[in-house]
């Protein structure tokens, strides 16, 4: 295979997305097993999800600060739930300066434990809640399989962790996050996707109820971008951490997580794409243009360099290197996934005019140069709603409505996608379908309506449609 050559993004998708990710400079592989190494193009992506988020976040009352990367163990062991989920994943330290410790520490897989110890220190009061706290950090769960931004032993992410006085505010906490999440895939990173409940089996360890974000992935995998968690009161219990209410009585808060990690970047990498390389939708795209003059034309120098001047409000590159040639360029941003190229040679500047190329159609268009500014704009809006309306008709395209088992199998082995089928929730049957199809519980959908049903598999009465699909 040639240098710059990718894999088939239909075909051959675990290839090329491995391919895509090397070539275009996101990642590469760290010398640590499972580990990888962010590349300033990979990591200005996780930059925007961050400046898009963190306002949303500090708009709604939350504030970011930072917690240990250490947690002691016998924190982790309060809770049995919790510490019986994580435990196959933990990264234990158990010498530091040379000496053995007194005791072991995990290397942080979530932080609940040890903000939840804060916490308590800090609230003894009705009046000291609600504790809204985020965190931005890397986590540690150790993976046997590993696959670059989806699932490292290692992985960037934030972490929302909220303490109120009523489960009902801490609910609200549950939802507000859910749509926030949302709110990034769908107007930033241009991707649909189903939010809904996990099954009793699937929900996160120690939590009452757990809410995630589905995504279909091109292949017909399912991919769970982000969760929020109702906790309950799980972890104030097993802290002891009481506060008075406005009565003088000792209660216990209510708690919520949520959280949503450089996973999102393999999600988007995978959902736009051909084989090309990326298409990055121009909100989260660090650079939404690229200026190319052709080598050699020095009066195309010139008119590339004003033209970048008009374009100021946008992130704009303007690609000087004069020892590639223009095609060879033309390739490489495409790669890269820029969502506008501009391409300027002799005869463009006699006409006053560029050409203007579109990463998501492939179409090329002529455009003066008085006007190019204007349509630049016009043009990233619309890429920007075109490929978000593209990954939410492939997934309604591909979500089955399954009535019997046979249909499910059927699905599971050919196309995949979403399953949406009666369930009796039961975790047995649950378990049973995993092993007779591979396909796993995805969601109950926030918005999925109560209908008189048999569960797809044991025939016993349902009454609801679940979200059944194959997960990364």
């Not at 309060?78 to 072991?104: N, S």
């Not at 590339?304 to 690609?319: C, G, M, Q, W």
């Amino acid at each position: 295979m040639a240098k710059n050559q990718l894999h088939s993004f239909q075909n051959e998708l675990s290839e090329w997305y491995n391919d895509v990710i090397l070539k275009a400079e996101l990642a590469d592989y760290a010398p640590v097993k499972g580990c990888m190494v962010i590349r300033p193009y990979g990591y200005a992506i996780w930059e925007g999800i961050q400046n898009f988020m963190n306002t949303l976040i500090k708009e709604h009352g939350v504030q970011n600060a930072y917690f240990p990367l250490f947690i002691p163990m016998h924190f982790l062991n309060k809770e049995k739930e919790h510490v019986e989920g994580f435990a196959p994943e933990l990264a234990i330290v158990t010498h530091g300066g040379g000496e053995k410790l007194p005791e072991e520490l995990a290397v942080r897989p979530t932080s609940e434990t040890i903000m939840y110890e804060m916490y308590s220190k800090w609230t003894k009061s009705w009046r000291d809640l609600p504790v809204l706290i985020n965190q931005w950090c890397n986590v540690v769960r150790w993976e046997k399989r590993t696959y670059m931004f989806l699932r490292t032993s290692e992985f960037l992410w934030q972490e929302g962790h909220c303490a109120h006085l009523t489960h009902q505010e801490s609910l609200d906490i549950v939802l507000w996050a859910m749509n926030l999440y949302q709110q990034t895939y769908n107007q930033l990173l241009g991707l649909y996707g189903i939010a809904g409940y996990k099954s009793n089996t699937e929900k996160f360890a120690g939590a009452g109820k757990s809410i995630t974000f589905e995504m279909l992935m091109p292949n017909g995998k399912s991919l769970q971008s982000c969760t929020s968690h109702d906790l309950g009161q799980n972890f104030s219990k097993s802290f002891n951490w009481t506060v008075q209410d406005q009565n003088g009585q000792n209660v216990y808060p209510w708690q919520n997580s949520w959280g949503l990690s450089t996973r999102s970047i393999g999600g988007l990498i995978m959902a736009h794409g051909d084989d090309n390389g990326l298409k990055l939708p121009p909100n989260i795209a660090p650079i939404q243009v690229v200026i190319v003059p052709i080598p050699g034309h020095q009066d195309a120098l010139e008119l590339a360099k004003k033209i970048k001047d008009t374009l100021s409000l946008f992130r704009v590159e303007l690609d000087l290197d004069d020892t590639q040639t223009a095609g060879f360029k033309f390739n490489k941003w495409e790669l890269k996934g820029v969502p506008l190229r501009i391409e300027i040679g002799s005869r463009d500047v006699a006409s006053n005019s560029v050409v203007i190329y579109r990463r998501d159609t492939g179409e090329k268009m002529t455009v003066a140069v008085a006007e190019v500014a204007t349509n630049v704009q016009s043009l990233l809006a619309n890429i920007q709603a075109n490929l978000f309306e593209n990954h939410k008709k492939f997934t309604q395209d591909h979500t089955l409505k399954i009535d019997n088992y046979d249909q499910f199998k059927q699905a599971m082995d050919t196309t995949r996608g979403f399953l949406s089928a009666h369930w009796c929730e039961d975790p047995e049957c649950e378990a049973a379908i995993k092993t007779e199809t591979k396909a796993t519980t995805r969601c109950l959908p926030l918005d999925a309506k109560e209908e008189s049903g048999t569960c797809v598999r044991c025939g016993k009465p349902s009454t609801h449609r679940w979200l059944f699909g194959l997960s990364y």
